[in-house]
């Protein structure tokens, strides 16, 4: 594993305790850095102060879903070039165009398989280090 990768922080934000739980073993065993938001209200906050390199967001939650909580990343300027990963059970084509359209970099179809998962996030964090570089 590159070492930069190891360093990088992922904020997972998700409702559901068990899907939670295996999005952080999945991204710790990838080495990573994990923080947790279990309500979308609290997003934005964290998102200041972590800088993570990638969020990792469920759709569904209550409160503020996920569209509504994307909308409002890309509208700050501090945090628009965030990359945002979907993950969510929306899996036609007109779903994923869907997200796409409302600012997601891209998605992860539940239930996730660990090692896709992994591999895609890995592949998130490459692209956005080679955009940086």
Same mark, same amino acid.
């Given at each position: 594993?590159?070492?930069? +990768? =190891? /360093?990088?922080?992922?904020? @997972?934000?998700?409702?559901?305790?068990?899907?939670?739980?295996?999005?952080v073993r999945c991204l710790e065993?990838?080495?990573?850095?994990?923080? +947790? =938001? /279990?309500?979308?209200?609290? @997003?934005?906050?964290?998102?200041?102060?972590l800088r993570p390199d990638l969020v990792v967001m469920d759709i569904v939650m209550p409160n503020l879903s996920g569209v509504e909580l994307i909308q409002q990343i890309r509208a700050d300027g501090a945090l628009a070039a965030t990359p945002v990963l979907a993950v969510t059970n929306l899996a036609t084509p007109a779903d994923k165009r869907r997200l796409v359209e409302a600012g997601f970099d891209g998605h992860v179809s539940k239930p996730i398989k660990p090692r896709e998962f992994?591999?895609?996030?890995?592949?998130?964090l490459k692209t956005s280090a080679d955009q940086d570089s």
């Amino acid at each position: 594993m590159d070492p930069v +990768e =190891a /360093t990088r922080t992922i904020l @997972v934000v998700e409702d559901n305790v068990l899907m939670r739980k295996l999005f952080v073993r999945c991204l710790e065993e990838s080495g990573h850095a994990v923080a +947790e =938001a /279990t309500d979308a209200r609290a @997003v934005l906050d964290m998102m200041r102060e972590l800088r993570p390199d990638l969020v990792v967001m469920d759709i569904v939650m209550p409160n503020l879903s996920g569209v509504e909580l994307i909308q409002q990343i890309r509208a700050d300027g501090a945090l628009a070039a965030t990359p945002v990963l979907a993950v969510t059970n929306l899996a036609t084509p007109a779903d994923k165009r869907r997200l796409v359209e409302a600012g997601f970099d891209g998605h992860v179809s539940k239930p996730i398989k660990p090692r896709e998962f992994q591999a895609v996030v890995a592949g998130f964090l490459k692209t956005s280090a080679d955009q940086d570089s």
